[in-house]
């Protein structure tokens, strides 16, 4: 569920002076000037997987907690298996035992989502089925070579990315990894969050998790087609309202009225073919894998 994670000390008074310490973070670096001899911001150390870093103004501390997790227990800083709720606990009680004045701490950014299991290549679903979010086509279109495919969809506090966890890891099976990642504080201050020890409420995992759904509805994917099979008219209207410069050209400039006019008539469409199955199963797939982790 919760993965990365950015925790920041506007006042870094305490903060700071406990990371120089030497029995906190033996291996503190810092920019030493030569001819000076002086030192200058800014600190940075890690511990399992996590880096921390102190500025001129502000302290942080960031980076993957599953992954960390995997570290401390297992040697090895990967995120593309379960990490359920007594994980997320353990681990926000781990960083709290490890670092100073964490009550004075806000997160400011964290990412939530699922690694899904889907029966074919993730990378396939991706490139022919997922197309729009709220009818706009992806920011960022990237093929890691033999590590799959991811697409991101940005916005002003968040960005959706979907991509291929399988290849990335090089898994034997096909993982589709959908998550969110919060940008801006206020976009999950909304939800009554604040700090990182608010992520072990599963009240408030709960009202993240359908947050995640409503932004997965909002997205389009289509199944596959065989264009023999649909009508030439009903065709013709699908290949258009499929394509995102369409969305983001012809009917950006519309009315509201228009707009809902045409969406309706494209979702109907997609109803009338029935060509939603796969988000049907990916819907289900989250909601499955919700319910385990949020038990687990």
């Known amino acids: 569920m919760v993965d990365f994670v950015r925790i920041f000390w506007r006042d870094k008074t305490r903060f700071e002076h406990f990371v120089c310490q030497e029995e906190n973070f033996e291996d503190l670096e810092t920019l030493f000037v030569y001819h000076?001899?002086?030192?200058?911001?800014?600190?940075t150390a890690s511990f399992n997987a996590m880096?921390?870093?102190?500025?001129e103004k502000y302290g942080y501390v960031y980076n993957s907690i599953h992954k960390s997790y995997n570290d401390r227990y297992f040697n090895d800083a990967h995120n593309h298996n379960d990490f359920g709720y007594q994980n997320i606990c353990e681990m926000v009680d781990f960083l709290e035992s490890k670092l100073a004045d964490v009550d004075n701490?806000?997160?400011?950014?964290?990412?939530?989502?699922?690694?899904?299991?889907?029966?074919?290549?993730?990378e396939q679903i991706i490139q022919r089925n997922i197309l729009m979010h709220k009818e706009c086509g992806p920011n960022h279109t990237k093929v890691f070579r033999g590590k799959g495919r991811l697409k991101q969809f940005d916005h002003h506090n968040y960005v959706i990315k979907i991509y291929d966890k399988a290849k990335q890891y090089n898994l034997p099976t096909n993982i589709l990894r959908f998550e969110i990642k919060f940008?801006?504080?206020?976009?999950?201050?909304?939800?009554?969050i604040f700090q990182i020890q608010d992520l072990k409420d599963k009240s408030k995992l709960r009202s993240l998790f359908l947050l995640l759904l409503s932004r997965f509805n909002e997205l389009t994917i289509v199944d596959e087609y065989d264009e023999s099979t649909i009508p030439s008219n009903d065709l013709e209207k699908l290949i258009r309202y499929s394509n995102p410069h369409y969305w983001e050209?012809?009917?950006a400039?519309?009315?509201a009225t228009s707009k809902m006019r045409h969406l309706r008539a494209y979702k109907g469409l997609l109803v009338k073919h029935n060509l939603q199955e796969t988000k049907a199963?990916?819907?289900q797939q989250?909601?499955?894998k919700y319910l385990q982790l949020i038990n687990f």
């Open 36 to 43: 000076t001899s002086q030192i200058k911001y800014p600190y």
């Open 51 to 55: 880096d921390v870093k102190v500025t």
């Open 105 to 122: 701490s806000t997160l400011t950014q964290f990412e939530f989502g699922f690694n899904l299991e889907v029966p074919i290549a993730a």
């Open 183 to 192: 940008l801006k504080a206020k976009e999950f201050n909304k939800l009554d």
């Open 249 to 251: 050209t012809r009917i």
């Open 253 to 255: 400039s519309l009315s």
């Open 281 to 283: 199963f990916l819907k």
């Open 286 to 288: 989250l909601v499955n």
